[in-house]
């Protein structure tokens, strides 16, 4: 009796550690970081304000059991607009125009299904995301100013993307991708209307857990 006990123990061990094995295999973990275009848009004065090159960087957690996927990444995304102030004299004459850089800092979470195209090694993922606001400021030359409780903690929307994987060696993947994040939430806590929007080119390298 304790020996059919423990051969079924046992058995069921080799299982559990098999599909854990597999379950390993079809999950991977990366960095991903890059260059971000990004504006905002809203009102029509908002037009006026110009788009501005950013950053952003992160960790990017994918389960994909067959050519379908679902992805997770936490990044962080510095996203904004330039907008120009005209510096007059005491007389009204233009004496110079000073470009303000405005910093939204984001953690985002985008929660992505895709699907792989094997023989080409490209992808295509989509899906919402949620962004948390840590601090907005805006700067000008050697001096900066915070204006974080002028704006939402939150932010939502929609991302998309298309990118190219390859194998290096063994449990080892480099990727690129070009990824669209339109925000769906007015995040200005005043009358005006802002709306993020962005367009970054992410470089990843990743690890699957288990092995090939």
């Known amino acids: 009796m304790k020996k059919s006990i423990l051969s ?5 061990t080799i299982a559990s550690l098999s599909f854990a094995q597999q379950a390993l295999n ?5 960095i991903v970081a890059g260059p971000t275009h990004t504006y905002f848009r809203g009102e029509e004065q908002r037009n006026d304000n110009e788009s501005d090159y950013r950053k952003a960087a992160g960790i990017s957690i994918k389960y994909q059991p067959s050519r379908l996927f679902l992805k997770v990444d936490f990044l962080y995304e510095d996203k904004g607009f330039v907008t120009d102030y005209m510096l007059m004299d005491n007389s009204g004459r233009l004496r110079g125009v000073i470009p303000f850089k405005y910093h939204f800092h984001y953690i985002t979470v985008p929660i992505l299904a895709g699907v792989t195209f094997k ?4 992808f295509l993922n989509a899906g919402p995301y949620l962004s948390f606001l840590q601090k907005q400021n805006a700067v000008y030359e050697y001096d900066e100013y915070d204006y974080t409780d002028n704006w939402e903690k939150t ?3 929609l991302t998309s993307g298309i990118g190219y994987s390859r194998t290096l060696f063994s449990h080892f993947q480099i990727s690129a991708e070009i990824r669209y994040n339109i925000g769906m939430k007015d995040v200005d ?6 709306k993020t929007n962005s367009t970054a080119l992410l470089l990843g390298l990743h690890y699957t857990l288990g092995g090939n």
Not at 119 to 122: F, M, S, T, V
């Open 8 to 12: 079924a123990l046992f058995l069921l």
């Open 189 to 194: 806590l005043r009358e005006l209307d802002y």
């Open 155 to 157: 932010d939502y929307g």
């Open 26 to 30: 079809k999950l991977s973990i990366g």
């Open 119 to 122: 023989k080409l090694g490209l």
